[in-house]
Each structure stands twice: as C-alpha cells, then as structure tokens.
C-alpha cells in the first residue's frame, strides 16, 4: 500500500515563502513522476508543478513560474514545493500526487495519477 503524505502547509503573509514536503512510503512504490495540485474553494483541481522522477524534468503551469521550485529527493521517496513571492490567489489546499500510469509527460492530468496524499491548507494574507 502506498501512502503520500505531506507537511509544511500553514499560514503566510503575501509574499513570504513557504516550502511543502510529501513523503511516499511502501514497499510498492514506483512512479515515473510526482506532482503537485492545488484546489480552491468552488473551483477545480489542476496541476501546479510535475516533476519527473527519473529525469528531475519539471513542469509548472504558467501562474507559478518563476516563483515556485519543484524538487525530489529520491532516495527519500520525497517530493519538495518551494513556494516563494506567495500571492493571495495561491490560497489553496495542496495535494501532491504520484503517477501510477499516466499518459506521458508532462503528466498535467488529475486521472494520470494514481496515489494521492490527503492535502494541506496553505492560506496566504495581505
């Protein structure tokens, strides 16, 4: 069974930083890429950044370039999202993600992902 779960959520003034943690453990776990999701209230789930796991090759939507930085650690089965220059419309609940089998990167669909951590609350203020 594999299990994602992440940390370092909270509450940030606009333009702090912030950076997530997700942490995959199981005996079982393979991904060919990692990702990270946000959703607002009343809007849909979409993809922030994708990373893959064998290459380190990284995608942002256009919102967050520049000012966010996906990374992994593999031998810790971990995936980081530094969140810098923080706006308010960033207020989200984030989810990271691990593609289980995917249509080919950059992985930017919800259904290309198979495991799925609970979310953390990242609120930013004025």
């Known amino acids: 069974q594999v299990q994602l779960v992440e940390s370092g959520g909270g509450l940030v003034q606009a333009g702090g930083s912030l950076r997530l943690s997700c942490a995959a453990s199981?005996?079982?776990?393979?991904?060919?890429?990692m990702g990270w999701f946000r959703q607002a209230p009343g809007k849909e789930r979409y993809v922030v950044a994708a990373?893959?796991?064998?290459?380190?090759?990284?995608y942002y939507t256009e919102s967050v370039k520049g000012r966010f930085t996906v990374s992994r650690d593999n031998a810790k089965n971990t995936v980081y999202l530094q969140m810098n220059m923080v706006k308010i419309e960033d207020t989200a609940i984030y989810y990271c993600?691990?593609?289980?089998?995917?249509?080919?990167?950059?992985?930017?669909?919800?259904?290309?992902?198979?495991?799925w951590g609970q979310g953390t609350q990242v609120t930013v203020s004025s």
């Open positions: 990373i893959s796991w064998t290459t380190g090759r990284t």
């Open positions: 199981g005996r079982a776990f393979r991904t060919d890429a």
């Open positions: 993600a691990a593609v289980r089998t995917g249509t080919g990167w950059p992985y930017t669909a919800a259904s290309d992902y198979g495991y």
